[in-house]
């Protein structure tokens, strides 16, 4: 079964940078689209960024577009999400995961991932 697990998060200020990782164990990981989520306290989760199994295609949250880039790493089974420009309504725990339907292209429905990891925490703050 395919699992994951999220790292990267932490304090940054106004205008910093953050990356996280997405790691993934299982054969079956580069056969699966990614998806980035992320939830304030009080909010529902919502869509971040997502990339294709291919890493060729990718989809953006038009609220961090031209801050956040998301990119796969075949080699070593992560999906990196680089955060610039990050600001104060950034915070949140971001979760990654796995897009339950191989044979569709990557969506930005919450309900469509599955297999969660447990969540890495941002807080963007002065």
């Known amino acids: 079964q395919v699992q994951v697990v999220e790292s990267g998060g932490g304090l940054v200020q106004p205008g910093g940078s953050l990356r996280l990782s997405c790691a993934g164990s299982g054969r079956t990981f580069t056969s699966y689209h990614i998806g980035w989520f992320r939830q304030a306290p009080g909010s529902e989760r919502e869509f971040v960024a997502a990339?294709?199994?291919?890493?060729?295609?990718?989809l953006y949250a038009d609220s961090i577009k031209g801050r956040f880039s998301i990119t796969r790493v075949v080699a070593n089974n992560t999906v990196i999400l680089q955060m610039n420009s990050l600001k104060p309504e950034d915070t949140a725990v971001y979760y990654c995961?796995?897009?339950?339907?191989?044979?569709?292209?990557?969506?930005?429905?919450?309900?469509?991932?599955?297999?969660w990891g447990q969540g890495t925490q941002v807080t963007v703050s002065s």
């Open positions: 990339v294709s199994w291919s890493g060729r295609g990718t």
């Open positions: 995961g796995i897009h339950l339907n191989p044979g569709a292209p990557p969506t930005r429905q919450n309900y469509d991932y599955g297999h």
